[in-house]
T-cell receptor
Framework: EPEVTQTPSHQVTQMGQEVILRCVPISNHLYFYWYRQILGQKVEFLVSFYNNEISEKSEIFDDQFSVERPDGSNFTLKIRSTKLEDSAMYFC??????????????FGDGTRLSIL | GESVGLHLPTLSVQEGDNSIINCAYSNSASDYFIWYKQESGKGPQFIIDIRSNMDKRQGQRVTVLLNKTVKHLSLQIAATQPGDSAVYFCAGVTGRRNTPLVFGKGTRLSVIA
Protein backbone atom coordinates (compact mmCIF):
# COMPACT_ATOMS: atom_id res chain seq x y z
CA GLU A 1 0.00 0.00 0.00
CA PRO A 2 1.36 3.47 -0.90
CA GLU A 3 2.80 5.41 2.02
CA VAL A 4 3.77 8.92 2.94
CA THR A 5 7.48 8.86 3.76
CA GLN A 6 9.34 11.37 5.87
CA THR A 7 13.04 12.00 6.38
CA PRO A 8 14.92 12.17 8.60
CA SER A 9 13.20 10.20 11.35
CA HIS A 10 15.07 12.22 13.97
CA GLN A 11 16.70 15.63 13.59
CA VAL A 12 18.77 17.28 16.30
CA THR A 13 19.54 20.96 15.74
CA GLN A 14 21.04 23.82 17.68
CA MET A 15 18.68 26.65 18.57
CA GLY A 16 18.76 29.38 15.94
CA GLN A 17 19.73 27.03 13.14
CA GLU A 18 17.64 26.36 10.06
CA VAL A 19 16.10 22.96 9.57
CA ILE A 20 14.36 21.36 6.59
CA LEU A 21 12.01 18.45 7.07
CA ARG A 22 11.26 16.37 4.02
CA CYS A 23 8.23 14.44 2.92
CA VAL A 24 7.32 12.38 -0.10
CA PRO A 25 3.53 12.28 -0.34
CA ILE A 26 1.61 9.46 -1.99
CA SER A 27 2.16 9.86 -5.70
CA ASN A 28 -1.39 10.55 -6.93
CA HIS A 29 -2.28 12.85 -4.04
CA LEU A 30 -2.78 16.53 -4.63
CA TYR A 31 -3.35 18.02 -1.18
CA PHE A 32 -0.51 18.20 1.31
CA TYR A 33 -0.33 19.07 4.97
CA TRP A 34 2.05 19.55 7.85
CA TYR A 35 1.02 18.90 11.45
CA ARG A 36 3.04 18.84 14.64
CA GLN A 37 2.67 17.05 17.94
CA ILE A 38 4.47 18.28 21.03
CA LEU A 39 5.27 15.41 23.36
CA GLY A 40 2.18 14.27 25.22
CA GLN A 41 -0.12 16.69 23.44
CA LYS A 42 -2.56 16.53 20.57
CA VAL A 43 -1.74 16.74 16.90
CA GLU A 44 -1.95 20.36 15.69
CA PHE A 45 -2.44 21.63 12.15
CA LEU A 46 0.30 23.84 10.70
CA VAL A 47 -0.35 24.35 7.01
CA SER A 48 -2.09 22.95 3.97
CA PHE A 49 -0.85 23.18 0.39
CA TYR A 50 -2.52 22.69 -2.96
CA ASN A 51 -1.70 23.66 -6.51
CA ASN A 52 1.70 25.00 -5.49
CA GLU A 53 0.43 27.41 -2.91
CA ILE A 54 -0.59 27.54 0.71
CA SER A 55 -4.32 26.97 1.16
CA GLU A 56 -4.57 27.55 4.86
CA LYS A 57 -2.24 28.02 7.80
CA SER A 58 -2.62 28.10 11.55
CA GLU A 59 -1.37 30.65 14.06
CA ILE A 60 1.59 28.38 14.74
CA PHE A 61 2.79 28.78 11.16
CA ASP A 62 4.48 32.15 11.53
CA ASP A 63 7.14 33.82 9.40
CA GLN A 64 9.78 31.37 10.62
CA PHE A 65 8.03 28.58 8.73
CA SER A 66 7.81 27.97 5.02
CA VAL A 67 6.77 25.12 2.76
CA GLU A 68 7.82 24.19 -0.70
CA ARG A 69 7.20 21.56 -3.31
CA PRO A 70 10.51 21.82 -5.16
CA ASP A 71 9.79 19.01 -7.61
CA GLY A 72 7.06 16.54 -8.46
CA SER A 73 7.61 14.33 -5.45
CA ASN A 74 8.97 16.20 -2.43
CA PHE A 75 7.16 18.47 0.00
CA THR A 76 9.33 20.29 2.54
CA LEU A 77 8.84 22.24 5.73
CA LYS A 78 11.55 24.75 6.59
CA ILE A 79 11.99 26.40 9.96
CA ARG A 80 14.30 29.32 9.48
CA SER A 81 15.57 29.99 13.01
CA THR A 82 14.60 27.22 15.35
CA LYS A 83 13.48 27.81 18.93
CA LEU A 84 13.38 25.41 21.84
CA GLU A 85 9.59 25.28 21.62
CA ASP A 86 9.80 23.96 18.06
CA SER A 87 10.82 20.60 19.50
CA ALA A 88 8.06 18.21 18.48
CA MET A 89 7.08 15.44 16.12
CA TYR A 90 6.29 16.83 12.69
CA PHE A 91 3.89 14.88 10.53
CA CYS A 92 3.33 15.23 6.83
CA UNK A 93 0.00 14.13 5.38
CA UNK A 94 -1.46 13.93 1.92
CA UNK A 95 -4.86 13.44 0.43
CA UNK A 96 -6.15 12.49 -2.98
CA UNK A 97 -8.31 14.83 -5.05
CA UNK A 98 -11.03 16.04 -2.70
CA UNK A 99 -13.85 15.54 -5.18
CA UNK A 100 -13.92 11.92 -4.08
CA UNK A 101 -16.06 11.63 -0.93
CA UNK A 102 -14.55 10.34 2.24
CA UNK A 103 -10.94 10.50 1.17
CA UNK A 104 -8.94 10.70 4.39
CA UNK A 105 -5.56 12.24 4.92
CA UNK A 106 -2.77 9.72 5.08
CA PHE A 107 0.08 10.44 7.47
CA GLY A 108 3.77 9.68 7.48
CA ASP A 109 5.52 8.38 10.58
CA GLY A 110 6.91 11.79 11.38
CA THR A 111 10.22 13.50 12.03
CA ARG A 112 11.19 13.99 15.63
CA LEU A 113 12.79 17.44 15.86
CA SER A 114 14.89 18.11 18.93
CA ILE A 115 16.19 21.64 19.47
CA LEU A 116 19.15 22.00 21.82
CA GLY B 1 -13.89 26.39 13.97
CA GLU B 2 -14.04 22.78 14.98
CA SER B 3 -13.62 21.57 18.51
CA VAL B 4 -13.30 17.88 19.06
CA GLY B 5 -12.74 16.23 22.37
CA LEU B 6 -12.77 12.86 24.02
CA HIS B 7 -14.51 11.76 27.17
CA LEU B 8 -11.76 9.62 28.69
CA PRO B 9 -8.01 9.89 28.40
CA THR B 10 -7.34 6.17 29.08
CA LEU B 11 -9.16 2.92 28.62
CA SER B 12 -8.04 -0.53 29.72
CA VAL B 13 -9.74 -3.65 28.40
CA GLN B 14 -9.15 -7.37 28.60
CA GLU B 15 -7.97 -9.08 25.46
CA GLY B 16 -10.98 -10.46 23.64
CA ASP B 17 -13.42 -7.95 25.10
CA ASN B 18 -15.05 -5.21 23.08
CA SER B 19 -13.77 -1.62 23.39
CA ILE B 20 -15.79 1.55 23.07
CA ILE B 21 -14.05 4.88 22.63
CA ASN B 22 -16.16 8.02 22.71
CA CYS B 23 -15.81 11.44 21.16
CA ALA B 24 -17.83 14.65 21.31
CA TYR B 25 -17.75 17.44 18.76
CA SER B 26 -19.04 20.99 18.85
CA ASN B 27 -19.42 22.09 15.23
CA SER B 28 -22.82 21.01 13.98
CA ALA B 29 -21.69 21.89 10.44
CA SER B 30 -19.20 19.02 10.44
CA ASP B 31 -20.18 16.57 7.78
CA TYR B 32 -17.38 14.04 7.91
CA PHE B 33 -15.65 12.30 10.81
CA ILE B 34 -12.56 10.16 10.93
CA TRP B 35 -11.00 7.87 13.49
CA TYR B 36 -7.23 7.56 13.59
CA LYS B 37 -5.01 5.21 15.55
CA GLN B 38 -1.54 6.26 16.63
CA GLU B 39 0.95 3.69 17.83
CA SER B 40 4.02 4.75 19.74
CA GLY B 41 6.57 6.43 17.48
CA LYS B 42 4.30 6.39 14.43
CA GLY B 43 1.99 8.74 12.63
CA PRO B 44 -1.80 8.66 12.83
CA GLN B 45 -3.19 5.74 10.87
CA PHE B 46 -6.63 5.92 9.28
CA ILE B 47 -9.10 3.42 10.73
CA ILE B 48 -12.58 4.32 9.55
CA ASP B 49 -14.63 7.33 8.57
CA ILE B 50 -18.28 8.26 8.44
CA ARG B 51 -20.26 10.96 6.69
CA SER B 52 -22.91 12.89 8.58
CA ASN B 53 -25.73 11.41 6.51
CA MET B 54 -25.01 8.03 8.11
CA ASP B 55 -25.37 6.91 11.71
CA LYS B 56 -23.36 3.72 11.54
CA ARG B 57 -20.54 2.32 9.51
CA GLN B 58 -18.76 -0.99 9.91
CA GLY B 59 -15.29 -2.06 8.99
CA GLN B 60 -13.21 -5.03 9.88
CA ARG B 61 -13.69 -5.47 13.65
CA VAL B 62 -14.51 -1.75 13.99
CA THR B 63 -17.79 0.11 13.97
CA VAL B 64 -18.32 3.86 14.15
CA LEU B 65 -21.58 5.25 15.45
CA LEU B 66 -22.63 8.83 14.92
CA ASN B 67 -25.32 10.59 16.93
CA LYS B 68 -25.82 14.02 15.45
CA THR B 69 -28.52 14.93 17.96
CA VAL B 70 -26.03 14.96 20.82
CA LYS B 71 -22.93 15.54 18.64
CA HIS B 72 -21.29 12.34 19.69
CA LEU B 73 -19.49 9.56 17.92
CA SER B 74 -17.97 6.36 19.13
CA LEU B 75 -15.54 3.75 17.90
CA GLN B 76 -16.26 0.17 18.80
CA ILE B 77 -13.52 -2.43 18.47
CA ALA B 78 -14.67 -6.03 18.61
CA ALA B 79 -12.54 -8.74 20.21
CA THR B 80 -9.79 -6.31 21.20
CA GLN B 81 -6.28 -7.60 20.58
CA PRO B 82 -2.90 -6.53 22.00
CA GLY B 83 -2.12 -4.92 18.65
CA ASP B 84 -5.01 -2.54 19.21
CA SER B 85 -3.11 -0.85 22.03
CA ALA B 86 -2.58 2.72 20.86
CA VAL B 87 -3.94 6.24 21.16
CA TYR B 88 -7.16 6.80 19.25
CA PHE B 89 -8.15 10.19 17.88
CA CYS B 90 -11.34 11.38 16.33
CA ALA B 91 -11.36 14.28 13.88
CA GLY B 92 -14.17 16.22 12.28
CA VAL B 93 -14.16 18.22 9.07
CA THR B 94 -16.57 20.37 7.16
CA GLY B 95 -17.22 19.99 3.46
CA ARG B 96 -14.57 22.45 2.36
CA ARG B 97 -12.04 20.90 0.03
CA ASN B 98 -8.87 21.41 1.95
CA THR B 99 -10.08 21.36 5.51
CA PRO B 100 -7.37 20.67 8.05
CA LEU B 101 -8.10 18.02 10.61
CA VAL B 102 -8.79 19.10 14.17
CA PHE B 103 -7.78 16.41 16.61
CA GLY B 104 -8.72 15.86 20.21
CA LYS B 105 -6.15 14.76 22.77
CA GLY B 106 -6.91 11.13 22.20
CA THR B 107 -7.80 8.10 24.27
CA ARG B 108 -5.04 5.67 25.15
CA LEU B 109 -6.30 2.12 24.82
CA SER B 110 -4.39 -0.50 26.78
CA VAL B 111 -5.18 -4.15 26.15
CA ILE B 112 -4.54 -6.47 29.05
CA ALA B 113 -3.51 -9.96 27.98
Amino acid sequence: EPEVTQTPSHQVTQMGQEVILRCVPISNHLYFYWYRQILGQKVEFLVSFYNNEISEKSEIFDDQFSVERPDGSNFTLKIRSTKLEDSAMYFCASRVEADLPGQPQHFGDGTRLSIL
Amino acid sequence: GESVGLHLPTLSVQEGDNSIINCAYSNSASDYFIWYKQESGKGPQFIIDIRSNMDKRQGQRVTVLLNKTVKHLSLQIAATQPGDSAVYFCAGVTGRRNTPLVFGKGTRLSVIA
